[in-house]
C-alpha cells in the first residue's frame, strides 16, 4: 500500500476535524415547540417528531434525546439521525420547532 503524502494526509486531518465539528453542532443543538405552523399538514413521520417536541414541554428536547424518543415512535427502515435531518427544514420553516445551540457546559 503506498504512503500517503504530506499533503494527502493534511487534508484527511482538515476533513476528519470539520466532520468532528459538524458532529458535535448536531448533538449540542435543542428543539424547542413554537407551535406557529398554522394549518400546514405534514407527513406522519414529521408529524411524530412534532408530539415528542411538544411534549417535551418548554425547555424543549436536546438533539440526542430526540432521537432517542423517535426511536420509540417513528417507523422507519432508514437510520432515525437521516429520518429528523431530512424533516428538520421543514420543521423550523413551518414555525413548528426551533433549533438553537445547546450552552455548553
Given amino acids: ?13 482538515v476533513e476528519g ?14 428543539y424547542s415547540y413554537q407551535g406557529n405552523e398554522g394549518e400546514t399538514k405534514f407527513a406522519p413521520q414529521c408529524q411524530g417528531i412534532i408530539n ?6 418548554k425547555g424543549g428536547i436536546s438533539r440526542v434525546k430526540l432521537l432517542e424518543a423517535m426511536k420509540e415512535i417513528i417507523t422507519t427502515r432508514q437510520p432515525i439521525e437521516r ?8 420543521l423550523v ?3 413548528a420547532v426551533e ?3 445547546l450552552a455548553d457546559d
Fill in 1 to 13: 500500500m503506498p504512503r500517503k503524502s504530506k499533503k494527502d494526509a493534511v487534508e484527511e486531518a
Fill in 99 to 101: 433549533c438553537s445551540a
Fill in 93 to 95: 420553516e413551518s414555525g
Fill in 17 to 30: 476535524q470539520a466532520a468532528a465539528k459538524a458532529e458535535k453542532k448536531q448533538i449540542n443543538t435543542n
Fill in 52 to 57: 415528542i417536541v411538544k411534549e417535551a414541554g
Fill in 83 to 90: 429520518i429528523l435531518t431530512y424533516y428538520q427544514k421543514s
